[in-house]
């Protein structure tokens, strides 16, 4: 047994487990006329319900003494204050310093000082490419700009891009390719121009196989499209850590937009990462993004636990996973624009939280990180919600929805918070039998066939539910909405006491890959691994 499921704070809410798995939520409500005051938070614009979670004034108050048994309030401040809290990379985590408004002191230094330098770099070079300064080699403007990273050089910049659309250019279009299939990249080419085409390489190492790979092959169809050598510096940027590795591709150190190591790959998109961002939304979006991550910065920072938004999301998640059971967690906006943020959080939560040794190297017995995944409302009603409502698997799921849409069209707007309300109502209360006989009763139905339906129409309910509504998807909004969710996974990786910083899970599949590569080059057949690995090479062989 490790220490924290021996420890009082955790006992306590296994004791009150039993409780709280008999109660049935929506029966919490008619008991409390108060509820949704008490178990839901406002933060600006900003509404986090939390009161359809089988959770009670009890429950609460044990999750809150489990965040002070492990020293939350000090763990906040170390995160914010740049103590070396990725323990297995020896460095800070302070991707709160790229949208810090106060000095950041690291080791003597003021880190603000040289974020403002890059932001300065990033405001000169985005004013030149937008208003047509910097144009490609035959003299037109920049019409296009193709991001080459993957990861977390891509999944951010791709994400806000798509969901800061209605404030993007209309002459300048982003494109991503991430994907080791030359298939994203050619079909991303085929579109383009060389001559108004802008490559901006994005890896934090600049020694991604996937990213290096991607850019090689877009500096030779820039070449071959008519590009020469000494066009490359008007088309090719790189942001990256490593001044050598972009020097050695080619690409001039004064065209490198430079961040530190002390951002982690996930948590990057706040720096020069964030380049395909500012150039898409312009400057000042870019700073309103980093303003309204600030905002919530700021209360994660000063906000006592019980009313911190991120805390209190953290710790509830704590309860789905270590005390109810919950493995899968579906993100469900209802909102179009933000299609890429299951994606974009399910490397935020699985990449940080997918840890089963502790920050002291030791084995831990308790479930970590969940399965993070989703779609946009309404389309995943028509397609998994099934599950949700009636499955066996134990599921929990944000709601997050704009009370104001982009693009008022008649009552679409109406039509979907209808959904995404009724939605949230029907995971927790379901309906069970005796709403299912009266509602057959009323129809036309045979008794015989009546009696046959009722357990198909039974759903069970008490599903954990949080609602996150706001004003309208700005760029302000989103940041907030993107810390929110940052700050949520350091506060359960504080309570698990695991490092949510490194990802060491995806080097052994890299390391393999390597040693297969080789392998691919001849016809020889593949005899050196397991018969199903030397089976699958063998067949490929056979048919390339
Ligand atoms: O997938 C592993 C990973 O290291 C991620 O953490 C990172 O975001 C991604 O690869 C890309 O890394 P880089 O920016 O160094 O190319």
Redesign the pocket.
Known sequence: MTSLTQSSAWLALKAHQPAIAKQVVCDLFKQDAHRFERFSLIFGDMLVDFSKQPITGETISLLLALARQQGMENRITQLFHGARINNTEDRPALHTALRSKEPVMLEGEDVTLKINAVLEHMAIFTDKIRNGDHTGYSGKPITDIVNI?????DLGPCMVTEALKPYGSSRLKPHFVSNIDGTQLYETLQLLDPATTLFII???????QE?LANAHSARSWFLAQGGREQDIARHFVAVSTNRAAVEKFGIDPGNMFEFWDWVG??YSLWSAIGLPIALTIGMNHFRALLDGANAMDRHFHNTPLEKNIPVMLGLIAIWQINFLGITSHAILPYDQYLHRFPAYLQ?LEM?SNGKRIDRDGKAIDYATGTVVWGEPGTNGQHAFYQLLHQGTASISADFIAPCQSQHPIGNHHQLLLANCFAQTQALMCGKNEREVRLELETGNLPIKWQEKLIPHKIHPGNHPVTTILFRKLDPAMLGMLIALYEHKVFVQSVIWNINPFD?WG?ELGKQLAGKILPELAHDQPAASHDSSTNGLINFYKQYR
């Open positions: 990273g993957i990861g977390g050089s994005a890896s934090k190492t600049f020694t991604t990213t790959g996930r490397q990449e990802q995806v």
